[in-house]
């Protein structure tokens, strides 16, 4: 079984980082591993820029190390030789995976015929299937929303199939259509349809935000894999939590000091990558859900949006730490734990 290369839990649960652009970088993938992903999947790489010797143009590429731990590739677009030839590049490096992206939403993307609009044309979808398979020196995925507009068992039955005669490997579907984008539910029946439509692997997708959505999905489903994405922004612990409950413990959330910590590595990291200003400009989108959970985090939240260098970043989360004094070690620290540390100075 291709999954069998990944390292599950003890009672064989798989969780996976999801794509996210420009959130699931380098610096984050890695830590994402180290809280126990079973996998991580890169931003989308263009199979455009890739051969058309803009390569370099490929920030979803940058710090690319398959040593971390299980590494997917996730390349988009809408023509199958470009696709074939992107795929035979980078397996070259002997990733996990090369995943096809038949999911994403934006605009843009679907403007130039990639990602979610690739769904509309099930012929176009099955070559450029193919071609990358052909291709390929790895196993290839693919991940999928439910459809363009109209999410029907039919539908997701016909996709699922068609990608499966295809040859490839494993399947990923996030259980809304293109049309959804992410408002209302995530349906789960569609993620089993799937399952019940190929006999290559499914890994379900779509509103899992904790352990007890996992094991909702898997049972619902009968899923494979679990991938988990907007959930995990600004909190790779979702992972450790999510195999710690699952393996029968308690689960310690960290606290604001181990929060700020991880916060700080990954700004320093995307600057090491990047450099300075863009590297620590590119990670002020996730700064923010980083301290969602800390108390008092407000008051530092909109000098973050402004900072340009790892110097300034520093300043400002050490002195926030040194506000909140003894709470900064305190796993379940809350805005009113503040208040009457406050009273009691």
């Known amino acids: 079984m291709v999954l069998s290369k990944l390292k599950g839990l003890s009672n064989g649960a798989r969780v996976i980082l999801a794509p996210l652009c420009g959130v699931t970088t380098a610096p984050f993938r890695r830590i994402c591993l180290e809280q126990g992903a079973d996998m991580v999947v890169t931003e989308m790489i263009s199979s455009e820029a890739w051969t058309r010797g803009k390569e370099k143009d490929c920030k979803a590429a940058n710090g690319l190390d398959l040593s971390n731990g299980p590494l997917s590739l996730q390349i988009f677009g809408g023509d199958p030789v470009r696709m074939g030839e992107t795929a035979a590049r980078l397996s070259e490096m002997e990733p996990e995976f090369i995943d096809m992206n038949f999911g994403c939403p934006v605009k843009k993307i679907v403007n130039g015929n990639g990602g979610s609009a690739v769904l509309k044309d099930v012929d176009l979808l099955g070559a450029i299937c193919r071609e990358v398979v052909r ?6 995925s693919a991940k999928i929303r439910a459809g363009w507009d ?3 068992g039919e539908k997701v039955r016909e996709l699922a199939r068609t990608i499966e005669d295809a040859g490839v490997s494993m399947i990923a579907i996030h259980a809304r259509t293109r049309a959804q984008g992410f408002s209302g539910e995530a349906n789960w029946d569609l993620i089993a349809e799937t399952r ?3 006999s290559v692997p499914v890994v379900g997708n779509g509103d899992v935000r ?3 959505d996992v094991v909702r999905m898997e049972a619902h489903t009968g899923c494979d894999a679990v991938m988990i994405g907007r959930a995990a922004i600004g909190n790779p612990w979702i992972f450790h939590e999510v195999k710690t409950r699952l393996d029968g413990r308690d689960y310690a959330p960290p606290t604001p000091r181990e929060r700020v ?3 700080l590595r990954h700004v320093r990291e995307a600057a090491a990558l990047e450099g300075e200003p863009g590297g ?14 800390v108390p008092n985090a407000r008051q530092v939240r909109g000098p973050l949006m402004q900072t340009k260098s790892v110097a300034e ?6 002195a926030y730490l040194g506000q909140i004094g003894p709470l900064a070690d305190i796993p379940h620290a809350t805005e009113a734990n503040l208040e009457e540390f406050a009273n009691e100075c």
């Open 313 to 318: 970043v520093e300043d400002l989360l050490g």
């Open 280 to 293: 620590v400009v590119a990670t002020r989108k996730v700064m923010g859900a980083y301290l969602k959970r």
């Open 261 to 263: 910590a991880v916060l």
């Open 135 to 140: 291709r390929s020196q790895v196993p290839v």
């Open 196 to 198: 019940r439509a190929v």
């Open 150 to 152: 109209r999410p029907t």
């Open 210 to 212: 904790s352990a007890e």
